[in-house]
């Protein structure tokens, strides 16, 4: 058995009454062996800095599913939408025969888009800003 040593420290009389009701509780044999575990909680909560490895595991266990359930609707999501791409861009190659320029400037026009947009494309405003423009490809 390891050594110990004792130590001595002060507590309300009230926190004494919580801490051994608490004990009593736990079904703990001793008080020492109560406050040990206590404070080894206590060290290894501060030794993680994440409050997240201690939630209650009916609180984990919920939040994971939930977690999973959208990580699965988002790839659901993103599948439908990889398709629906594809099909779109499989009818405008078939329909047009583009340059390797063509393509090169129309992605560049594309990047700037998507980023001056922060990703939200609309199709009407792509069509009203193409009637303002002369040049399709110039964005």
């Known amino acids: 058995m390891n050594r110990k040593e004792k130590i001595a420290f002060y507590l309300?009389?009230?926190?004494?009454?919580?801490l051994e009701r608490r004990c009593q509780e736990e079904g703990s044999r001793s008080l020492t062996g109560f406050i040990e575990r206590a404070v080894d909680f206590y060290l290894d909560y501060l030794s993680a800095n994440d409050a997240g490895l201690f939630l209650p595991a009916s609180i984990k266990s919920y939040v994971d599913g939930r977690l999973g359930k959208m990580e699965d609707r988002l790839a659901t999501l993103s599948f439908k939408q990889a398709v629906e791409l594809d099909m779109l861009s499989g009818i405008l190659a078939d329909?047009?025969?583009f340059s390797e320029d063509d393509l090169r400037r129309r992605r560049a026009v594309s990047v700037k888009n998507v980023k001056r947009t922060?990703?939200?494309i609309s199709f009407e405003q792509r069509v009203r800003e193409s009637w303002e423009d002369d040049d399709p490809w110039q964005g």
């Open 118 to 120: 922060n990703g939200r």
């Open 95 to 97: 329909s047009y025969r």
């Open 12 to 18: 309300t009389p009230e926190k004494k009454a919580r």
